[in-house]
């Protein structure tokens, strides 16, 4: 499985755009790139999932290079509650299981 | 709909002791995956189930073990407790069937909190 590597913390301000990078140099061709969120005393919440290039819905945008051995995930002017852990995960989304990394605890400030 | 429900929220065990958290899944998801996250911790996947049958282990020892039901919702049971099983264990359903192509999306539960004292 590939191994993730991003920021333990960040800190922005609201109204911001937030990006966060995750590397993942050892990404496979079956791998997709997912990120999810967790709240305090809360299970994860899936945000955005891709392949390659860009995606995005209502609540993000994930950013992939061609070479795709990092990603960004993109969230435009965060507010308070945005403040979270952010987990990038990478797998085959055959896989039976989710390999969660130590992810990015990302402070709103006012 | 209901999402992911977990029971009991909150637990409280002595070392030795045995524990059993329930899981129901999201009526209509066949598939779902225990995670044990200890604080500040990402969390760490324990067990997956498809179908009543187990598809993946994580890395645990035998004293953990699971059951999917007929129902599709699981159990997760933990033998001679440990002050280190202390976390918040999670479920999570997912629609994910391989003969369906990718449905990744995994839905969690608000966990489990166990305190091992």
């Known amino acids: 499985l590939a191994k993730t590597t991003q920021p333990i913390s960040m800190d922005s301000y609201e109204g911001q755009e937030v990006n966060i990078t995750c590397s993942h140099n050892n990404i496979a061709t079956n791998d997709y790139i997912t990120w999810y969120q967790q709240f305090p005393s809360q299970g994860p919440r899936f945000i955005i999932q891709g392949y390659k290039t860009k995606v995005t819905n209502e609540v993000a945008s994930l950013f992939i290079p061609a070479d795709r051995k990092s990603s960004t995930l993109s969230l435009p002017r965060v507010s308070l509650s945005d403040t979270a852990v952010y987990y990038c995960l990478v797998g085959d989304p055959r896989d039976d299981k989710i390999i969660f990394g130590k992810g990015t605890r990302l402070h709103i400030l006012p | 709909d209901a999402g992911v429900t977990q029971s009991p929220t909150h637990l409280i065990k002595t070392r030795g002791q045995h524990v059993t958290l329930r899981c129901s899944p999201i009526s209509g998801h066949k598939s779902v995956s225990w995670y044990q996250q200890v604080l500040g911790q990402g969390p760490q996947f324990i067990f997956q189930y498809y179908e009543k049958e187990e598809r993946g282990r994580g890395n645990f020892p035998d004293r953990f073990s699971a059951r999917q039901f007929p129902n599709y919702s699981s159990e997760l049971n933990v033998n001679a407790l440990l002050l280190g099983d202390s976390a918040l264990y999670l479920c999570?359903?997912?629609?994910?069937?391989?003969?369906?192509?990718?449905?990744?999306?995994?839905?969690f539960g608000q966990g489990t909190r166990l305190t091992v004292v």
């Open positions: 999570a359903s997912s629609i994910r069937d391989r003969g369906l192509g990718l449905n990744t999306e995994a839905f």
